[in-house]
């Protein structure tokens, strides 16, 4: 697995680097050769943040924690990763559609209400989507961790979004013309 750390408004010393990857190569065993791991590291104050994000084969699965220290916050966001990799490990496996997304950029949240009516987009996010099924796309976002995910239905050819409902099942919105 190729790993690439960045620090965002830190400096990331030697025995930090040396840390990733050897707690990374542990999950050597669950991606290919060509796998590549990205570890954002951001300072914020007393406040440390790390997302690790590792692309394989078109899935990617992602992380993010929060801590004091960087190595509590890597540690962390690495178990979370870890859990979310063994819970879907045998769909993975069981995978044979093409991938749902060729190049995924990691979603960011953004909190706070707005003010007034007027909205300002803060983010515009692109990338490449493949067919795939419905429980492809649901595989993917639950391994990115994220409530929705958008997707090209391999049957129909329609655009779709599987998201997560507040009961833990899922539901699929899909567009109709007028």
Same mark, same amino acid.
């Given at each position: 697995? /190729?790993?690439?750390?960045?620090?965002?408004?830190?400096?990331?010393?030697?025995?930090?680097?040396?840390?990733?990857?050897? /707690?990374?190569?542990?999950?050597? /065993?669950?991606? !290919?050769?060509?796998?590549?791991?990205?570890?954002?590291?951001?300072?914020?104050?007393?406040?440390?943040?790390?997302?690790?994000?590792?692309?394989?084969?078109?899935?990617? !699965?992602?992380?993010?924690?929060?801590?004091?220290?960087?190595?509590?916050?890597?540690? !962390?966001? +690495?178990? +979370?990763?870890?859990?979310?990799?063994?819970?879907?490990?045998?769909? +993975?496996?069981?995978?044979?559609?093409?991938?749902?997304?060729?190049?995924?950029?990691?979603?960011? $949240?953004?909190?706070?209400?707005?003010? =007034?009516?007027? $909205?300002?987009?803060?983010?515009?996010?692109?990338?490449?989507?493949?067919?795939?099924?419905?429980?492809?796309?649901?595989?993917?976002?639950?391994?990115?961790?994220?409530?929705?995910?958008?997707?090209?239905?391999? =049957?129909?050819?329609?655009?779709?979004?599987? $998201?997560?409902?507040?009961?833990?099942? $899922?539901?699929?919105?899909?567009?109709?013309?007028?």
């Amino acid at each position: 697995m /190729k790993i690439t750390c960045t620090g965002r408004k830190v400096t990331l010393k030697e025995a930090f680097l040396e840390r990733v990857e050897k /707690k990374l190569a542990k999950l050597d /065993k669950f991606f !290919s050769d060509d796998a590549q791991a990205q570890v954002t590291v951001t300072v914020e104050k007393d406040w440390q943040t790390v997302e690790i994000t590792v692309r394989d084969k078109g899935f990617a !699965s992602r992380a993010e924690k929060s801590g004091d220290r960087m190595e509590e916050a890597f540690d !962390s966001a +690495l178990d +979370l990763l870890t859990r979310r990799i063994i819970k879907n490990r045998k769909k +993975l496996e069981n995978r044979v559609c093409q991938p749902a997304v060729q190049d995924y950029i990691a979603q960011e $949240y953004t909190s706070g209400d707005p003010v =007034d009516e007027q $909205y300002d987009v803060i983010r515009e996010k692109h990338f490449i989507v493949k067919p795939c099924t419905v429980e492809e796309a649901i595989l993917q976002m639950n391994m990115l961790g994220h409530a929705f995910f958008l997707y090209r239905d391999a =049957d129909t050819d329609s655009v779709q979004v599987v $998201y997560r409902r507040k009961n833990g099942s $899922y539901g699929v919105l899909v567009p109709e013309n007028n």
